[in-house]
């Protein structure tokens, strides 16, 4: 399961989720998806081989 900032909300408990605006709730997955690692691209290893 990939990690977003939703994965990291619904491990709040429903009281403190259900008391946060929805400011606060946009504010901290903004914050959440900054804060997670992103793919990037990799490295490609061509070998060439010279007769």
């Known amino acids: 399961m990939p990690l977003t900032p939703d994965t990291f909300l619904q491990k709040l408990s429903p009281e ?10 946009t504010a901290i ?5 900054e804060a997670l690692p992103k793919s990037s691209p990799k490295l490609v290893d061509i070998r060439w081989r010279i007769n």
């Open 29 to 33: 997955r903004e914050m959440l998806a």
């Open 16 to 25: 403190i989720l259900g008391s946060l605006s929805e400011e606060q709730l």
